[in-house]
């Protein structure tokens, strides 16, 4: 015969309570419950779009499941869900109310991630190249790198001066670089973008200050066959990017 005495009685009893609000304190939220799951009559608090009509929401139900930082951007539509977090709830004006802040901002996506179509801009070096970054992009990733514009054109030297902040994305073979390194040493590739055509200029700082470059070449290394960019040509809103052969 076990013998139980008053002592283990009140020792039962308290882990008993302590059970039961451990079990409490976890359905109390949606963290933990998860958005859009099902009710459960258990439950002190539901987690479901239906918690708004019958007043039983948890505490953290809006701020967990109507936040993008929380669901993800770029997920499917869920019809649970107090809001969305893709490219169609614009359309369909069913966003939450963090969704351009966290998905449409450099901000909140990150500078150098990867590409994710779910997206509907992107934050990498790429995006300029594909015409899909981020309206943020250059305010927040690429604050260092410049637009340059022709302003004279004497003696045969053309100089351009910084005067926005833009980049576009340049990709260059390192085999390529290689076979110039001599031509090119201490110097830098640029990507000339001029009337619909990419060319690769080389260019070499001129003084001290960083804003001013100077076309030292009249020859140039093209993606297209017989495209040259030479020295005389006045063109505007000529954008470039630096390019590291060792990288």
């Given at each position: 015969m076990i013998h139980i005495n008053w002592f283990h009685l009140q020792l039962l009893f308290l882990m008993s309570i302590i059970g039961i609000s451990i079990c409490q304190s976890y359905n109390d939220s949606c963290q933990d419950i998860g958005c859009g799951s099902k009710?459960?009559?258990?439950?002190?608090?539901?987690?479901?779009?239906?918690?708004?009509?019958?007043?039983?929401?948890c505490s953290d139900y809006d701020e967990t499941c109507g936040s993008c930082q929380v669901i993800g951007c770029g997920t499917k539509y869920h019809k649970s869900r107090l809001c969305q977090c893709n490219k169609e709830c614009d359309e369909y004006d069913n966003c939450c109310s963090d969704y351009k802040q966290t998905c449409e901002s450099c901000q909140?996506?990150?500078?150098?991630?990867?590409?994710?179509?779910?997206?509907?801009?992107?934050?990498?070096?790429?995006?300029?190249?594909?015409?899909?970054?981020?309206s943020d992009y250059n305010e927040i990733c690429d604050s260092n790198v410049t637009v340059a514009v022709v302003v004279s054109v004497a003696g045969g030297?053309?100089?351009?001066?910084?005067?926005?902040?833009?980049?576009?994305?340049l990709k260059v073979r390192k085999e390529r670089a290689q076979r110039l390194s001599k031509e090119l040493e201490n110097?830098?590739?640029?990507?000339?973008?001029?009337?619909?055509?990419?060319?690769?200029?080389?260019?070499?700082?001129?003084?001290?200050?960083?804003?001013?470059?100077?076309?030292?070449?009249?020859?140039?290394?093209?993606t297209t066959p017989n495209s040259r960019y030479s020295r005389g040509n006045v063109v505007k809103n000529v954008a470039y990017q630096s390019y590291d052969p060792d990288t």
């Open positions: 009710f459960v009559s258990s439950r002190s608090c539901q987690c479901n779009k239906e918690c708004r009509e019958n007043d039983d929401c909140g996506i990150g500078c150098g991630s990867r590409y994710d179509r779910s997206r509907p801009c992107q934050c990498n070096k790429e995006c300029r190249y594909f015409n899909n970054c981020c030297v053309t100089v351009m001066v910084v005067t926005v902040v833009v980049v576009i994305y110097r830098h590739y640029y990507e000339i973008d001029s009337l619909n055509e990419r060319t690769f200029a080389v260019i070499d700082p001129v003084g001290q200050r960083n804003d001013n470059w100077e076309l030292n070449t009249a020859d140039s290394i093209s």
